[in-house]
């Protein structure tokens, strides 16, 4: 399995702060990459496909970056709607796997 | 746009099997469009990605469960199913149906069925 890491666990932040949570691939899964956000009680929602590919209606302030086995989610203006937590999850292979998740909270 | 409702047991008991359904609408599930999947999160704690199972009837599991998981789908109903066998307190999770494009991530989900394991 592709084992997949995220750093870091939690991060605090201010509302208007740019934001950076990194994805990390044990091996390379070349553009194969999404960002989810999960609100409290609510399903994942799908932000970014592809390593940088923004999902429809998905603000811009929201960016992807990466390829092989480096990541990176940027939100450039923290917004009170953002604090959350963030997934990365691998579908390179037909075995799919998630980060352990990043947590955005308030500073 | 497609919607997916997730159903089932609430609670179950352990060695027993789970089972649960998805009803697609906004779209059919014979179609090649889509890949059909299931996750889980157990109580406070992250994704687990189970399986998938694709337009040509193929399946892909996650290998620690692979000998206790089975997805189908019932084509008459569109629904897609779960079944997990021998389930234990370690299976009590929210799980969630999903769906996505071939070759990409999962762009819709369902609302999430809450399922614990207990006697």
């Known amino acids: 399995d592709i084992q997949m890491t995220q750093s870091p666990s939690t991060l605090s932040a201010s509302v208007g702060d740019r934001v950076t949570i990194s994805c990390r691939a044990s091996?390379?899964?070349?553009?194969?990459l999404a960002w989810y956000q999960q609100k409290p009680g609510k399903a994942p929602k799908l932000l970014i496909h592809q390593a940088s590919i923004l999902e429809s209606g998905v603000p811009s302030r929201f960016s992807g970056t990466g390829s092989g086995t480096e990541f990176t989610l940027t939100i450039s203006s923290l917004q009170p709607e953002d604090f959350a937590i963030y997934y990365c999850q691998q579908y390179s292979t037909y075995l799919f796997t998630f980060g352990p998740g990043t947590k955005v909270d308030i500073k | 746009q497609l919607h997916l409702q997730g159903s089932g047991p609430g609670l179950v008991k352990p060695s027993e099997t789970l089972p649960l359904t998805c009803t697609v609408s906004g779209g059919s599930i014979s179609s090649s469009n889509y890949y059909w999947g299931w996750i889980r999160q157990p109580p406070g704690k992250g994704l687990e990605w189970i399986g998938n199972?694709?337009?040509?009837?193929?399946?892909h599991y996650k290998p620690s469960l692979k000998s206790r998981v089975t997805i189908s789908v019932d084509s008459s109903k569109d629904q897609f199913s779960l079944n997990l066998t021998s389930v234990t307190a370690a299976d009590t999770a929210v799980y969630y149906c999903?769906?996505?494009?071939?070759?990409?991530?999962?762009?819709?989900w369902g609302q999430g069925t809450m399922v614990t394991v207990s006697s």
């Open positions: 199972i694709y337009y040509s009837g193929t399946t």
């Open positions: 091996q390379s899964v070349v553009s194969s």
């Open positions: 999903v769906a996505g494009r071939p070759g990409d991530a999962f762009d819709f």
